[in-house]
């Protein structure tokens, strides 16, 4: 079993920055792909990004291309989500996952261990 717990969420103003972390533990995710969503009230999860076991794939969704950057550290077990120029429309529960086929892919079906998430509010 793998447990996934994200850091970094909070309060920002518009055009600010938060740098999101997933932290796995339980066994090592270096063989797995990665993958952040996120989900407002009242709205269905969206893929935001992926990457690939190496980091050598990155996936984006087109509303946060050029803002976000995935990356992750195998060697601390670590998948990052740095997020600049955020939005209002950001607002939402980011939560990671991580796809044991290691497969960069925009389908939360797809990915097997899901952490619990954390907040982000971008105020306008």
């Known amino acids: 079993q793998v447990q996934l717990v994200e850091s970094g969420g909070g309060l920002v103003q518009a055009g600010g920055s938060l740098r999101l972390s997933c932290v796995a533990s339980?066994?090592?995710?270096?063989?797995?792909?990665m993958g952040w969503f996120r989900q407002a009230p009242g709205k269905e999860r969206e893929f935001v990004a992926a990457i690939s076991r190496f980091g050598g794939t990155t996936s984006y969704q087109d509303s946060v291309t050029g803002r976000f950057t995935i990356s992750r550290d195998n060697a601390k077990n670590t998948v990052y989500l740095q997020m600049n120029g955020l939005k209002p429309e950001d607002t939402a529960v980011y939560s990671c996952?991580?796809?044991?086929?290691?497969?960069?892919?925009?389908?939360?079906?797809?990915?097997?261990?899901w952490g619990q998430g954390t907040q982000v509010t971008v105020s306008s």
């Open positions: 996952a991580a796809d044991v086929a290691g497969r960069v892919v925009p389908q939360p079906w797809m990915y097997t261990y």
């Open positions: 339980g066994r090592t995710v270096s063989g797995y792909a």
